[in-house]
């Protein structure tokens, strides 16, 4: 049924233009589309869209993956140098390193958007 059909992912956020300000400017994502309480940013060959709700920051889970190979250090990094805070879930983990999860060759970052969605890079193993 959805197998062959495009998927894209959805964040809610409280405050449009400081959503904006920080997918567009602090994550370097290019803006594709913006219809006011609605906007898209792209990310490699996907989608982003950005939407206003009242329930934005209420998931606890994941709200959106990148997948990085190699390049979670470099990225965790020009995060870091953006102001950016990585959180940290050290249970189940080798280590983590300046925000960065290590498990064998699994590298993997976590942090948050000004709404405190939780946003995910990995890569490696």
């Known amino acids: 049924m959805l197998k062959d059909k495009t998927s894209a992912a959805i964040v809610a956020c409280s405050d ?3 959503a904006k300000r ?3 400017e602090t994550l370097g994502l ?3 589309a913006d219809h006011g309480d609605v906007f898209t940013v792209t990310t490699g060959e996907s989608l982003l869209n950005i939407y206003r709700s009242d329930f934005a920051g209420t998931n606890k889970a994941n709200a959106a ?3 990085a190979g190699g390049d979670v250090e ?11 805070t990585l959180d940290e ?3 189940g983990f080798d280590a983590v390193r300046d925000g960065v999860h ?10 948050k958007d000004p709404d405190g969605n939780i946003l995910h890079v990995n890569g490696g193993g």
Do not use: C, N, Q, S
Not at 102 to 111: E, L, N, P
């Open 65 to 67: 993956v990148w997948g």
């Open 89 to 91: 879930y050290p249970d």
């Open 30 to 32: 290019p803006l594709a």
């Open 102 to 111: 290590v498990k064998g060759d699994f590298r993997a970052i976590w942090f």
């Open 22 to 24: 920080f997918y567009t």
């Open 16 to 18: 449009i233009d400081a």
């Open 74 to 84: 470099a990225i965790a990094a020009e995060l870091r140098g953006a102001g950016v």
